[in-house]
């Protein structure tokens, strides 16, 4: 039974990540890309625009 303990850590692992791997594919794009991708650019300009200072 020594054998199961020391495989069920990297198998727990390797479900996981694919887990996490399928959601960050899943949430790539789709119905709020033009909204986040807005956002982002509305970020990067104030970021970029000159300050003012008074």
Do not use: C, W
Request: glycine share 4%.
């Amino acid at each position: 039974m020594d054998y199961v303990s020391a495989l069920l850590p990297p198998a727990v692992m390797a479900v996981l990540f694919i887990a996490v791997i399928r959601v960050i594919v899943k949430t790539q794009g789709g119905a709020n890309k033009a909204k986040e991708d807005a956002a982002v650019d509305a970020a990067l300009a104030r970021a970029e625009a000159p300050k003012n200072e008074a």
